[in-house]
């Protein structure tokens, strides 16, 4: 199942409502009407924390880094920052 792709000029992420009900561990409670729950998912979804920062930020952050760790076309290194976050780490790292 895909869940994400590019249409246009957006990256459009599906999940489909058959997948809410989806349980692996329990939960303390059941999807018995996934429809019905579904807006409330988009909600929540399309909601901010507390710091007002969208709560699927953090996921499309994440996505960024793996796609340009895993050397996806696109972008370009800056050597620069790359060589001072090394530094900073190793110089951090000598506990």
């Known amino acids: 199942?895909?869940?994400?792709?590019?249409?246009?000029d957006e990256v459009v992420i599906r999940i489909p409502v058959t997948a809410l009900p989806y349980q692996p561990e329990p939960?303390?409670?059941?999807?018995?009407?996934?429809?019905?729950?579904?807006p409330h998912v988009a909600r929540e979804i399309s909601g901010e924390d507390t710091g007002e920062r969208p709560w699927i930020e953090p996921l499309v952050e994440a996505a960024i880094i793996r796609a340009a760790e895993g050397d996806a076309p696109g972008i370009k290194w800056?050597?620069?920052?790359?060589?001072?976050q090394a530094l900073y780490e190793a110089e951090n790292d000598q506990s």
């Open 1 to 8: 199942m895909t869940i994400a792709a590019v249409e246009g």
């Open 78 to 84: 800056d050597d620069a920052s790359a060589e001072d």
């Open 27 to 38: 939960r303390g409670f059941l999807v018995t009407d996934a429809a019905a729950f579904a």
